[in-house]
């Protein structure tokens, strides 16, 4: 593979200095570098992130090739400034056994544009019965360390006590989707003043705070990782800041989305803004966005949902939950964190690149993810030029689906270039973007 010399890119927002690639590796970092015969790109202006690792991503393959496919979704990743996404396991079939998730991994890599992790079930069919085949996943040449039932719950104790204990022995994690099912049955938008207002049934906070609360006990007499996937609620917040005090194995993320919108937005009845856990009160938002800046949320994850044009374009009451986040995820984070002056870049690549790849173990072996940005290290790195504002615009999207709640937006930040091992698999640096979503 051909050389590429990056010049004068803020490394994690510092200093400009020049970045060398050679055969997918980095081999040199400093100022001043030279390489005959190399291709240079001036990235004068531009931050250099290590490449971006989404903890949560939907890509709906096998199953439901209408609204993403695995190429599709993951070439939105890569426009995103994504290196690797772990798909979840909510596919038809459920990815639940050693060869679906070996299919995806599978697919991942035909297609190229990002690593593929598939996330295993932690129960046959999202049934919450009986545990899947956790170990057999483990082993596969996926090697799954995350496992998640995310769309439902994992809600019977003695079940989430038995996975919890299983995945200890290969250093996996289950990622709870906390939400408590008969607090929520039938629910809609969050619980509050507007959700009576509105006629919509409604979905309180401490549905998801006692499973958050439940799970943080659990995983502690077990002495096994729980993560909680898209924590929402400004309770949730509170009691993993007290798990972590108590140094309990816990590990939280934060969707873009509810970094950002509130449940204002569904006074219009547009289901662009329907999503699980559902957008919360403005005192949630800011209660997360301290959260993530001060560590107690770990990680940005997208939950990029896509559903197509029927599932979104109806009433309300019947429409899909979900929403698509991996093109704009950056910009979001820009803007709500960096620009409010929450969080410098590098803690931007902290919570999206760095602790996302701990958190699912693909820090090491044969391909890691999110390591630093250093001599010997594997090129994957994302150029994000931060002056940048666009226009949200959901044709201009990779994905299969349009599903953004943030059409018209006008959003600071774009991706300029991403790579893979070396390899460009985005690149706007010749040009500008038509948009995103
Ligand atoms: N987030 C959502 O609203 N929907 C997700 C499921 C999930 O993440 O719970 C989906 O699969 O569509
Ligand atoms: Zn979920
Ligand atoms: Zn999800």
């Known amino acids: 593979m051909n050389a590429t010399l990056i010049t ?25 570098l030279r390489k005959d015969g190399a291709r240079t790109i001036d990235a004068t202006g531009l931050i250099a992130l290590p490449g971006l690792v989404d903890l949560h991503t939907h890509l709906r393959e096998p199953g439901r090739e209408d609204a993403e496919t695995v190429e599709t979704g993951t070439l939105a990743a890569a426009r995103g400034g ?16 050693a060869g679906v998730v070996e299919q995806v991994w599978r697919l991942g890599r035909e297609a190229g544009h990002a690593d593929v992790r598939p996330v295993g079930a932690v129960t046959v069919g999202l049934k919450g019965e009986r545990l899947a085949e956790l170990g057999a996943m483990a082993e596969s040449a996926a090697g799954v360390r ?22 200890k022995a290969f250093d996996g994690v289950i990622a709870q989707h906390a939400q408590e099912p008969r607090l929520t049955e039938g629910a809609q938008m969050n619980e509050g003043e507007l959700s009576g207002r509105l006629g919509l049934r409604g979905w309180p906070s401490v549905a998801e705070e006692a499973i958050v609360a439940r799970d943080v006990l659990l995983a502690a007499h077990v002495g096994s990782r729980v993560h909680i996937c898209h924590l929402s609620t400004k ?34 009845y547009d289901p662009r803004y329907k999503v699980n856990p559902p957008l919360r009160s403005a005192a949630d938002v800011a209660a997360l966005r301290e959260a993530l800046a001060d560590g107690t949320i770990d990680i940005v994850a997208t939950d990029h949902a896509p559903h197509p044009v029927e599932a979104k374009d109806c009433e309300w009451d019947v429409a899909a939950f979900g929403m698509l986040g991996l093109e704009t995820a950056l910009s979001v984070v820009q803007h709500t964190m960096v620009d409010t002056g929450l969080l410098d870049w590098a803690g931007v690549a902290d919570r999206m690149a760095f602790a996302p790849a701990r ?49 018209g937006m006008k959003l600071p930040g774009t991706v300029v270039a991403t790579f893979l091992r070396g390899r460009l698999t985005h690149d706007i640096t010749g040009g500008t973007a038509g948009g995103n979503a």
Do not use: W
């Open 82 to 97: 994504f290196t690797a996404v772990h798909a979840m396991a909510n596919t038809d079939p459920v990815a639940d056994t």
């Open 359 to 407: 958190i699912g173990r693909c820090d090491t072996g044969d391909q890691p993810h999110g390591r630093p940005i250093a001599a010997g290290e594997p090129a994957n790195l994302t150029l994000v030029d931060p002056s940048t504002t666009t226009t949200v615009d959901p044709s201009a999207s990779a994905s299969l689906s349009r599903n953004t709640p943030y059409e």
């Open 235 to 268: 309770g949730s917040v509170e009691i993993v800041r007290l798990a972590k005090e108590r140094g309990l194995p816990v590990t939280a993320e934060v969707t873009p989305h509810h970094l950002l919108l509130t449940d204002e937005l569904v006074a219009g």
């Open 146 to 167: 995350v496992f998640s039932d995310d769309g439902v719950c994992v809600h019977d104790a003695m079940l989430m006590r038995r996975a919890l204990e299983y995945v």
């Open 8 to 32: 004068n890119a803020r490394v994690l927002g510092g200093d400009p200095q020049d970045i060398l690639v050679d055969d997918g590796v980095i081999v040199g970092l400093g100022a001043g």
